[in-house]
């Protein structure tokens, strides 16, 4: 696929889809409102579906440091399905309009509407964006046991070592364990092992 807008872009198969629902918007009923649950007139149309971005009237999104408007209204995701008829909507994140995590401008205009974000009863792929040094794989070094603390032997091509009393299976299986990959199919040397062994295989 062709880079495009700063972004790398690739495909997968498994990402997920989301259909919105057949609710059309109302108004917010009630001013100073905050919290993880919206009060507005009564849903209408239909079901307002969990998955589903919304926008609400005159809260905009804040820079996390500065708590400047970006002067962008602040998406909020329908947590729960919202039936017709329904005069409160679950959102996260929650609205917070000051102190440490301020994370909007202000609360809901009162009786101004909330917009659902696109199409009635139409379905959207679910797609991510994310900086490349956004994940990151950290490991801590593993403790070596003292010498003698650990043997290890085979009986019916099944290899068990032991260390300090715990034993772990590396029979017909493979197991990570604390980052150390134990193999079967015949004998295997592990020359170091960490101090604390999970037990696995069945709990044999």
């Not at 197991?175 to 604390?196: A, D, E, K, V």
């Amino acid at each position: 696929m062709v880079d495009a807008l700063g972004l790398s872009y690739a495909m997968d198969q498994n990402v997920a889809v989301h259909t919105n629902g057949a609710a059309t918007a109302t108004n917010i009923n009630g001013a100073g409102q905050t919290g993880s649950t919206i009060t507005v007139i009564a849903v209408a149309g239909g079901t307002l579906a969990a998955g589903t971005v919304i926008t609400l009237p005159g809260v905009f999104a804040v820079n996390p440091q500065s708590r400047v408007s970006t002067g962008v209204l602040a998406d909020f995701v329908v947590t729960a399905d919202v039936s017709a008829a329904a005069t409160s909507i679950p959102i996260s994140p929650a609205i917070v309009t000051s102190g440490p995590y301020q994370n909007v401008t202000a609360s809901p205009t009162t009786a101004q509407p909330y917009v659902i974000k696109g199409a009635a009863s139409t379905s959207y792929g679910c797609n991510l964006g994310f900086h490349e040094d956004a994940f990151t794989l950290a490991m801590v070094p593993m403790a070596t046991p003292p010498d003698g603390t650990a043997r290890e032997w085979s009986k019916s091509r099944t290899t068990a070592t032991r260390s300090r009393s715990l034993i772990f299976m590396t029979g017909p299986m493979t197991t990570l364990l604390h980052g150390s990959m134990c193999c079967s199919g015949g004998r295997r040397r592990i020359r170091s092992l960490p101090s604390s062994i999970t037990r696995s295989n069945g709990g044999h």
